[in-house]
């Protein structure tokens, strides 16, 4: 079999020679590299100190058996993603679907046979690149606590109903300025500006879920819950617009265009979770308050003001921060009138 | 009778390879006589556990070279002991003789 494949880290663990070396040198001619082990405890050592794809683990062995080295692993943060295939003979059934329900990823009988164990070895490591790549992914959209939670939790496609605050922002009048400049002028100012607002975004709690072109939707407290969500949001617009100032000083310094933007929040319930499929998923979020704050931020064009933030958003908003009211506005696609504030930039220097 | 069933083992043979044959029997006989001792001894100290294991060794190791019989008979003493039970008889005896041949057979198969 010449099917393409990239070799892994394995370790074998079993009390019996045979099998350590049947199992080896299966793998090994495969173009893995294979460590063995002779029993739970070294073999939980060696895990401990180096790093592994994927673990084969006999269940009867002496010192720790292959369930006890599995609910290590389970326990322990490093080692929980480890996929696990237990190998055992054909009359331990009960204890594999034991091991199985567990956490195990696979399993494999004993004697065994090499093709079998090359596809289920394959296929683990396969998988568990996916799951890098999805962790490295999900690291870059988000803070280490956001990813750590989802993580945690699992990258289940399941919705749920979560209150959060949703923010918009968006460049304003960026065609005009992309066609006055040099296009990879316009895609490294983009860079800088993401990279700002990502970190005003992250450092409050807030994770980037979508990026279109020159606008971002970010969302705060899912997929981890904040009590005070509302007001993360908005300090965070501020710090946006803070950064945004040092960067349109810069960008003045060096004769090019400065940025202006606009954002605007909305808090409530909404939709939340994984959408698409299990290969390439991204969090987001639907619902009312969405399309609610994207039509606020589109309105701080229309009244020329930075920040704007519905009236959910601003009755948890502690007095530190500044706002005026500015009445009821009637939104395209809504039946009602919803009161609508802006926040005072200069408030985060109170 | 042969003690080694010769699909199992040629198949074994083809899987791993006829140049590593070789250093797998003699594996098998290096750790066999082991497993056997340890259940002597656990016997003796009426070491249920420990008897079960080297059974269950013995079982998994003589189902891959296809000793089929040595294999239901190490089989035999894993559940006896399973189930707490090591009033074996002579069954001991009559697992070290079967693995006796298995040996003698596996020595002349290395090549």
């Known amino acids: 079999m010449t099917s ?63 369930y006890q080295v599995l609910e290590a692993c389970l326990q322990d943060a490093e080692l929980r993603d480890l996929p696990i295939i237990m190998t055992s003979s054909l009359d331990e059934l009960d ?25 289920r070895v394959n ?8 799951r890098d790549e999805q962790r490295k992914l999900i690291r870059t959209f988000t803070t280490k606590e956001v990813a750590d939670e989802l993580l945690k939790t699992g990258f289940s496609l399941r919705g749920n109903f979560v209150n959060a605050s949703v923010m918009f922002a968006d460049i304003r009048s960026f065609t005009a300025l992309a ?23 992250t450092s409050h709690g807030g994770s980037v879920n979508q990026m279109m072109g020159d606008g971002l939707m970010a969302i705060f407290g899912a997929p981890v819950y904040y009590e005070d969500h509302s007001e993360r949001a908005v300090r965070a617009a501020l710090e946006m617009l803070e950064l945004l100032d040092g960067f349109n000083q810069s960008q003045v310094a060096q004769n090019k265009s400065q940025i202006k933007i606009g954002i605007g929040v909305a808090s409530g319930q909404v939709i939340a979770g994984f959408t698409g499929t299990q290969h390439r998923a991204m969090y987001t979020c639907i619902g009312d308050t969405v399309n609610l704050a994207a039509r606020i931020e589109d309105y701080t064009k229309s009244i020329d003001q930075s920040i704007l933030i519905d009236s959910y958003t601003y009755k948890d908003l502690p007095d530190s921060i500044k706002t005026q009211p500015l009445g009821p506005v009637v939104f395209k696609g809504k039946s009602v009138s919803i009161d609508v504030y802006s926040v005072e930039t200069d408030s985060h220097k109170a | 009778m042969p003690e080694i069933d010769k699909a199992t083992f040629d198949e074994l ?14 594996a098998f006989l290096d750790d066999a006589p082991n497993m056997i001792q340890n259940m002597q001894t656990a016997l003796s100290a009426k070491d249920v556990e420990s008897f079960r294991r080297n059974a ?3 079982k998994s190791n003589a189902n891959t070279f296809g000793a089929t019989r040595l294999g239901v008979l190490a089989k035999e003493l894993e559940f006896m002991a399973k189930e707490n039970n090591l009033d074996i008889g002579n069954r001991l005896e009559v697992v070290k003789d079967a693995y006796d041949k298995v040996a003698e057979e596996l020595k002349g198969m290395r090549s």
Do not use: W
Request: hydrophobic share 40%; net charge negative.
């Open chain 1, 123 to 130: 296929a683990s490591l396969e998988k568990k690149r996916l």
């Open chain 2, 56 to 58: 269950h060794s013995l």
């Open chain 2, 13 to 26: 043979k083809q899987m791993s390879g006829a140049d590593f044959i070789g250093e797998l029997i003699d």
């Open chain 1, 95 to 119: 204890s594999v679907v034991k091991c199985i329900e567990l956490g195990a990823e696979d399993y494999l009988n004993k004697p065994v046979n090499y093709v079998l164990l090359r596809a």
């Open chain 1, 4 to 66: 393409t494949h990239e070799p892994g880290r394995l370790l074998v663990v079993d009390d019996n020679k045979v099998n350590r070396i049947l199992l080896s040198r299966g793998l090994e001619q495969y173009g893995h590299i294979v460590e063995t082990a002779e029993n739970g405890k070294q073999a939980l050592e060696m895990l401990k100190r180096g790093e592994y794809d994927l673990v084969l683990l006999d269940i009867e062995m002496p010192e720790m058996n292959g």
């Open chain 1, 179 to 201: 066609e006055s400049q040099p296009p990879d002028e316009i895609i490294e100012m983009l860079n800088d500006y993401y990279a700002l607002m990502f970190d005003a975004i």
